[in-house]
């Protein structure tokens, strides 16, 4: 059995130092892309405060996300490349920070309590497999640091998958 660690959130570069410890060790040992993506959620929603939705869109043809293993409430299921934050951090190939989503042009709003939200692309020998998703109700949750740090966790996922042509 996996036991989380509760981590200090005082000192968010080390939280995230940290928590990437963990995910390597949720992660180690297991290939498979959906069972990763499902416990990379599972950890990430527990230990981050202020979240209301984490998880996964993958891209199985090219121009529109699926979803795929997340927490939270129910979720839209496909969404266009270009449409809504999580299509426009595929179609520009970055992460997006959005402090505020009401002032994001067709910010696509699955759960009315999202304030902000970060996606960081899942990226694997240059290509682009989808989206990581984290939601808050909480206007400005995330700053340059979780930004960092959530694309961290999230190279650790994607190196932890074996991925199919
Ligand atoms: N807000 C996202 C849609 C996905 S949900 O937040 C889970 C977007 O605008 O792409």
Request: charged letters at 20%.
């Amino acid at each position: 059995m996996f036991a989380e660690k509760t981590i200090d959130q005082s000192d968010k570069p080390r939280f995230y130092r940290e928590l990437a410890d963990q995910l390597s060790g949720l992660l180690a040992g297991e290939t498979d892309p959906v069972a990763n993506a499902a416990n990379t959620s599972a950890l990430i929603f527990q230990m981050m405060p202020d979240l209301n939705w984490a998880g996964f869109y993958f891209l199985y043809s090219e121009d529109e996300l699926v979803v795929g293993p997340f927490q939270g409430k129910p979720a839209c299921v496909r969404i266009a490349v270009g449409n809504g934050v999580c299509g426009t951090a595929v179609a520009q190939g970055s992460s997006i920070l959005v402090e505020d989503v009401h002032a994001f042009p067709g910010h696509i709003a699955c759960d009315a309590a999202s304030r902000s939200e970060l996606v960081v692309p899942l990226i694997h020998e240059d290509t682009i497999l989808g989206v990581f998703d984290l939601d808050s109700p909480l206007q400005a949750r995330f700053d340059s640091i979780d930004q960092t740090g959530v694309e961290r966790l999230v190279a650790i996922y994607v190196a932890a998958c074996v991925w199919e042509d």
